[in-house]
């Protein structure tokens, strides 16, 4: 994502170059399920759960209606892109804005929040181990007054919301004068760990300190806090701007070992990643990591290999090797931002979604897509003043199985609605809600099938099950409930985020049979119980 300089403005430097359900906003009507029939793109395959108590089966299921598919949005906190709008906000406003978005994004029907905890070396969060983030109240290292990560995290999983904390690993300072900083700050503790570069300070990404401080950080907050995932975005080694190297050269002479300075900045980050891999899953197991890399690995003229286009290589360009990450599954998924529209010639997403899913294919790595919702009604790009560009992206990706979703940068769009495209990609895309996709390594077990389902009047409701985070509400209008009813999202009409009591309610509008499954906090899935009338 485009955080750290003029959004546009960079995306088009980076190519020339080289308790309530989910389902349902608050203004949002129930969508009447599609009758199970066979359609055009429809696939048959098989499909399974994680319970003793379900059998695969060989169902009929249409991609036009994923069951699980993952629909994300970016939160930016860096220069209050996305929240909190400003600086220095009481506690009550930061609240009602961050609430307004995950009302919006309930709306869209997504299912994850991508919120940016720490921007440079600061903390949205209380932190023995960097100062408060500037962005909070003006003034770096000021205390707010509370600790906002709790009620970010509590508040997007009330609305069925998986909350992956974002992290950018090297980024120490937007401020190039570090005794601006506070004292106790790592960058003055450790002058010895930065890099001074054009206006901006930087952790050295050579250092084995620095490497070991990024994780501490990211281990701490993944002891003491229920996020779901962590998340890095694009920024590595700095950007190609001005003409000024990066001094880095004396940690290269002491740990580069003979390698070239290319390969050993690359190996540099590839330790991180492995580092940071290690340490989330060691800590607990079911928070997945993942990474939004720059969408374009490395040209075809720069390796065979690579892609059909002619931008800048992140792979050459600030040493993220994406193809390593993937291959050595240092990574949960991967999220290419992929921000240029189709026929583009520089870099063409035509080209580059199909190379990515390629790249996936055979892996237990899981693609999902970067979505530039932010450049929807742009008039830098004539594609982007078309309503229906975007959206074909997502049609587009149906082709490829191994895509399972997609991220929107960023987050004030969903408010603002460019173009009206949020309402053609629900009418089109995200008519049903979807569960997330299952990541066999993360573990998880399918909580006991829900008991007691029944419907009184217009109310389904139903006995709680020991370990469920939500419970899926699937409707068959014709009341014939067959072994394929719940194969896709046709017949899903809410994911009901789990409520305190022994039991659990959904109105229930429309005829037809109920059925209820419930489902843990990665969304491993129990068999369904039908509701008796």
């Known amino acids: 994502m485009r955080t750290g300089r003029p959004l546009l ?55 036009r209606y994923p069951k699980r598919q993952l629909r994300g949005v970016w939160i930016a906190t860096v220069k209050n892109i996305d929240w909190p709008s400003r600086t220095g906000l009481s506690a009550a406003k930061q609240q009602a804005e961050y609430v307004r978005i995950l009302d919006n994004a309930v709306k869209r029907r997504l299912n994850a929040v991508f919120v940016q905890v720490r921007p440079a070396s600061d903390a949205l969060y209380k932190s023995s181990l960097e100062p408060w983030s500037k962005f909070l109240t003006g003034t770096a290292g000021k205390d707010p007054g509370w600790d906002p990560l709790p009620f970010l995290v509590a508040e997007a999983h009330k609305r069925g919301l998986e909350f992956h904390a974002w992290f950018n690993p090297y980024r120490a300072s937007y401020d190039g004068d570090v005794s601006k900083l506070p004292a106790d700050h790592p960058a003055r503790v450790h002058p010895d760990w930065i890099v001074k570069h054009e206006g901006l300070v930087y952790y050295n990404p050579g250092l084995p300190a620095v490497r070991d401080h990024v994780t501490s950080v990211i281990t701490d907050v993944v002891k003491r806090y229920d996020v779901d995932g962590v998340h890095f975005d ?33 190996s540099n980050v590839d330790k991180l990643i492995a580092q940071v891999d290690e340490a989330v899953h060691g800590t607990k197991q079911h928070v997945k990591f993942g990474i939004s890399p720059f969408g374009i690995w490395r040209n075809k003229a720069q390796d065979p290999t690579g892609s059909a286009t002619a931008g800048m290589s992140a792979y050459d360009s600030i040493y993220a090797d994406a193809r390593h990450w993937i291959r050595k599954g240092t990574v949960d998924y991967v999220a290419p931002q992929l921000y240029w529209p189709s026929g ?22 899981h693609l999902y897509i970067g979505q530039a919702l932010y450049r929807v009604g742009s008039t830098d790009t004539p594609a982007w003043t078309r309503p229906g560009e975007l959206p074909s992206h997502l049609t587009k990706n149906r082709k490829h199985k191994q895509v399972k979703g997609d ?31 299952l990541m066999k390594d993360r573990g998880g077990q399918a909580p006991a099938q829900p008991a007691d389902v029944k419907i009184q009047g217009t109310a389904l ?16 209008p014709s009341g014939k409930v067959g072994e394929c009813a719940t194969a ?46």
Not at 15 to 22: D, L, P, R
Not at 344 to 365: I, R, S
Not at 411 to 425: E, F, M, S, W, Y
């Open 407 to 437: 991220v929107y940068f960023n987050a004030k769009q969903l408010l603002t609605n460019p173009l009206g495209v949020l309402d053609l990609i629900i009418k089109d895309h995200y008519s049903h809600p979807a569960l997330l996709p």
């Open 488 to 533: 896709d999202a046709r017949n899903l009409v809410a994911v009901v985020p789990a409520a305190g009591g022994d039991r659990q309610s959904f109105p229930a509008s429309g005829g037809g049979a109920y059925l209820v499954s419930a489902l843990d906090r990665l969304h491993n899935e129990s068999a369904p119980a039908k509701a008796a009338p």
């Open 344 to 365: 583009f010639k520089a870099a063409d997403y035509d080209v580059l979604m199909p190379w990515w899913a390629k790249e996936v294919k055979g892996t237990d790595v």
């Open 461 to 476: 409701s139903w006995k709680g099950s020991p370990g469920a985070a939500s419970y899926a509400v699937y409707q068959i």
């Open 234 to 266: 694009d920024y590595f080694y700095p950007y190609p701007g001005g003409s000024a190297q990066f001094a880095d050269g004396a940690a290269f002479r002491k740990y580069g070992k003979g390698e070239k300075l290319a390969d050993w900045r690359r």
């Open 9 to 63: 403005a960079a995306a088009a430097l980076a190519v020339a170059t080289t308790g309530a359900a989910y389902a349902f906003g608050p203004d949002a009507q129930v969508t009447k399920p599609t009758a199970l029939k066979r359609a055009p793109g429809a696939t048959t395959t098989t499909t399974s759960e994680t319970t003793a108590a379900s059998r695969t089966t060989s169902c009929t299921t249409d991609v």
